[in-house]
């Protein structure tokens, strides 16, 4: 079992940066592939950026790609999303989750979810 919260959403105005974190509780944090995942209102979740367990390989949706950077912390049980030049479509709640090993980018290979944190970016 792995719980998670997240933390670092508010509100922005384009062009700026926001740091999302990902706390985790339980003892497997390492062993899992962590990822973000953001829903906008009236849309399905989507992905956005996976790091694997032993920070080895990073993934990134096209829209956030350059912009956003996905890293994490094993000894700290942290997973970040550090969010640069946003923009108003990146408005949307952020969920971190942590994946079986080999998820990537499938919201179906992840098996636990935070709560989720809000980010809102204005024009």
């Known amino acids: 079992q792995v719980q998670l919260v997240e933390s670092g959403g508010g509100l922005m105005q384009a062009g700026g940066s926001l740091r999302l974190s990902c706390a985790a509780a339980?003892?497997?944090?390492?062993?899992?592939?962590m990822g973000w995942f953001r829903q906008a209102p009236g849309k399905e979740r989507e992905f956005v950026a996976a790091?694997?367990?032993?920070?080895?390989?990073?993934y990134y949706a096209d829209s956030v790609k350059g912009r956003f950077f996905i890293s994490r912390d094993n000894a700290k049980n942290t997973v970040w999303l550090q969010m640069n030049n946003l923009k108003p479509e990146d408005t949307a709640d952020y969920y971190c989750?942590?994946?079986?090993?080999?998820?990537?980018?499938?919201?179906?290979?992840?098996?636990?979810w935070g709560q989720g944190t809000q980010v809102t970016v204005s024009s």
């Open positions: 339980g003892r497997t944090f390492s062993t899992h592939t």
């Open positions: 989750a942590a994946g079986f090993s080999y998820a990537r980018v499938s919201s179906g290979d992840y098996q636990y």
């Open positions: 790091i694997t367990r032993s920070r080895d390989n990073t």
